[in-house]
Structures are given as C-alpha cells and as structure tokens.
C-alpha cells in the first residue's frame, strides 16, 4: 500500500499517532504481513505485547473454547476464570492479590489511588506526594501522565494532576531527598522503556527499597513493559533481590488481548475494600482467559530459559558490532529488552530495517528499541544481525 493511500483510508481515524506507512493484515508467530502480502520478521512485538509471538496456539485454544461459553458477566459477580489467573500470578511471585483492569496506564492508575488511600489509613496525613522519575513512562491518562517525568508527554495538558515529585534513577540525591516527610509511595519502572532502555543499578534499588521499607513508603514498580517473561525472568524485580510492595503489569500479559494488573502484597492488599475501585471489563472471562494461557505458556514451555540464552547471544553480538562501529554508543537492557544507543536518529535505522523486512521501534529519538518475541528462533536472531550489519553499511554508503 502506498503512503498516499494509507493517509486517505486513515482519514476518519484520529490523528494521534505517528505512524509508519505500513498497513499490517496478519501475524503468526515472530512474523507479521501488510495488506500486500510483504512479509516482516517483527522485532516490535506490538511494543513488548505479543511476547509468545503473533496468535500463538495455545492462548488460541483456549480463547477459542471461552469464546463458547462465557464473554462477559460483571464484576459483580465471582469469575472462575479470573480467580484462576490470580491464583497463577501471585503464585509465581511475591504478591498476594489482584486488581483486574484493561490496560498499564489503568494499571498505574490504581497504584496511584492505592498509594493514596494507603497514606490516609495509616494516618500518614503529610505523605500527599508519589515520587516518580525523570524519563519515565506511566501512561498516557491524566494522573499516568502526570507521574510520566517527561516535558514532552505534559504539553498543552497543564495544569497536570498534582502529588508528584520527580527525581533521577540512579542518583545518590534521590535517595537522599525521598523519604522527605511527604513520600507516600515511589513508582517506577526497573528498566525505563520509552525513555531509553535505562535500567536501575543493582546497589541503588536495594538501598531505596531498604529505605522505602524503613519508613513504610510503598514501592511499587511499573512492570507493564518488562512484565510477562520479556526479561528472562516472569518478572523483571525478581532479577534484582528485592520484593515491592506493588506491582503493574499489561502489554504482554493477554499475548495482544488487552488486560491489566495491578498486585499488591497481603500487608497492604486491604487498602483497596469493596466500593474503593473497579472496573466494568477489568479481568472479563476473555482477558483472563487470554492471562491464564499467557502465563502457562511461559512458565510450562521452558521459554524464560530460552529468553535467558537467546538475549545473551544478541546482547553478545550486538556488543561485538558496537566495539566496531563508531554510530553505536552502547547495548542496553536485560533479557529481549535491548536498546541500541546510536549517534545518530534511530528513525534511519527503523526505515532501512523495515525496507529490509524486519520492524524494530526506538525508546526515545537515539536508541533503537528491539523487542523481540520471547520464542524468536536463533535463525531469526542471526538473519536480524546480518540485516543489522547490511543497515551500517548503508548507513556509512560504504562497503567493508
Ligand atoms: C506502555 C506502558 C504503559 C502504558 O500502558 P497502556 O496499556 O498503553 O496504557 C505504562 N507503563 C509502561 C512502563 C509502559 O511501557
């Protein structure tokens, strides 16, 4: 399809986003087709979504079978297939409870209102204030938007919601200046997705759990993008010894059908009492459903395993191309959560890998963004490095 032609059917759709001139028709697993046939090797993943690849078989057959029996009842009412994927959750990590919604931005949503109301119950009547940090991402809704520290996202929707306090990951001050009276809570996100694929250190996060646990601030972390197996473990906070007090998570936790999460621990879970939250499709039989198969799949299939060996090698190749190549600055990112900081504009790498048949996204305007999915073949993972190799070539308008 054309650019021209793309433009004119997109005409009645709201202008809210930037997007590139393809028109995708199909996905299978790592694939993806535009409405022409052309086939990508899809290195997006729906931005970190479909983590068991497009329409994967086993979330298909189950989908397949709730499709016949139930779509939606209220939450009203209990929902069998709801309690079984909380069950699955809080099982396979530190937490106790769930809070069903439909997307990371209700997600975070809720763990600000959680925040919130868990300050007043405990009488902590000064902590009015989240601590969130620069080049975060929270969401795009009001009060998401106004925890996202970033300029760019704040532009023409002031005034933004207020409670809350920005501060720099990885910065000394930050631990420094967060328990400062009016804390309720700190959210963030271990490694920062959109801002830039900016992971937490090791020694910094313990020392602000530590912190945050030793003046009963509750930590809570943003898992939407690193969530669902994409960094080689369920969840990213596993990897760094310490247990938050809350947790979100979506993108790839329905494999592409939208849910969200929001989990809390046993000590503070009762924040939350009938009448205080809800949602209408929040954990439907549907989304749930699409959750459950989601994370069997991951935890049965052997796939954290291969996500593990499978990044390594990227991560090792890409790190042997940038010791070469004077436009790569760094690899970044743990498991198949990889930023390539870059010299110049990423949107020249985005076009010529698309022209060359494989999608990657950027984090940011200079680091290339690759989320593969987490059962990409090791084929796959060596035609992306030979196409990556014929990109820098081009990009120089030389040959080696
Ligand atoms: C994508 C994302 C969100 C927002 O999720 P939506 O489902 O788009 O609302 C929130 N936090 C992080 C870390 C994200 O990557």
Redesign the pocket.
């Known amino acids: 399809m054309s650019e021209a032609m793309i433009q004119q059917t997109n005409h009645s759709v709201m202008h809210t986003y930037q997007r590139f001139p393809l028109s995708i028709a199909k996905g299978k697993g790592s694939y993806v087709w535009d409405q022409d046939g052309n086939k990508y090797l899809d290195y997006t993943s729906g931005?970190?979504t479909c983590n068991l690849g497009h329409v994967p078989d086993s979330v298909h057959q189950k989908l397949s079978n709730q499709l016949d029996n139930l779509w939606h009842c209220s939450n009203l009412y209990e929902i069998p297939t709801q309690n079984e994927l909380a069950a699955l959750l809080t099982e396979n990590s530190c937490f106790d409870r769930v809070f069903f919604c439909n997307?990371?931005?209700?997600a975070?949503e809720a763990a600000i209102k959680f925040a919130k109301k868990y300050a007043k119950d405990k009488g902590y009547t000064e902590r009015t204030e989240i601590v969130t940090f620069h080049q975060s991402?929270?969401?795009?809704t009001g009060s998401?938007m106004a925890a996202t520290a970033q300029e760019k996202i704040h532009q023409g929707f002031t005034p933004l919601t207020p409670g809350f306090r920005y501060l720099t990951l990885n910065e000394d001050k930050a631990l420094e200046s967060v328990n400062n009276g009016t804390t309720a809570a700190v959210l963030l996100?271990l490694i920062q997705?959109?801002g830039g694929i900016n992971a937490v250190e090791q020694v910094w996060i313990e020392k602000l759990s530590a912190i945050c646990k030793e003046a009963d601030i509750l930590l809570m972390v943003?898992e939407?993008?690193t969530g669902a197996g994409r960094t080689g473990t369920l969840f990213a906070y596993e990897q760094f010894g310490i247990e938050p007090d809350v947790m979100t998570s979506?993108?790839g936790l329905g494999s592409g059908f939208p849910i969200?999460a929001m989990l809390a621990k046993k000590e503070c879970a009762s924040t939350f009492s009938p009448g205080t939250h809800g949602s209408t499709f929040g954990g439907n039989p549907l989304a749930a459903t699409a959750g459950i198969a989601t994370i069997e799949t991951i935890l049965k299939q052997n796939i954290l395993e291969q996500v593990k060996v499978n990044s390594s090698w990227l991560q090792e190749q890409l790190e042997a191309l940038q010791a070469k190549e004077e436009v790569m600055v760094s690899v970044k990112g743990i498991g198949f959560l990889i930023g390539v900081e870059l010299k110049e504009e990423a949107n020249f790498f985005i076009k010529a890998f698309r022209e060359k048949g494989i999608l990657v996204l950027s984090a940011g305007s200079h680091v290339l963004r690759i989320l593969p999915p987490l059962t990409t073949t090791k084929a796959e993972l060596t035609q992306f490095i030979e196409v990556f190799k014929e990109v820098l070539v081009e990009m120089k308008g030389t040959t080696v």
């Open positions: 931005i970190a997307s990371g931005a209700e975070n991402f929270h969401g795009r998401t996100e997705g959109e943003d939407v993008q979506a993108k969200g």
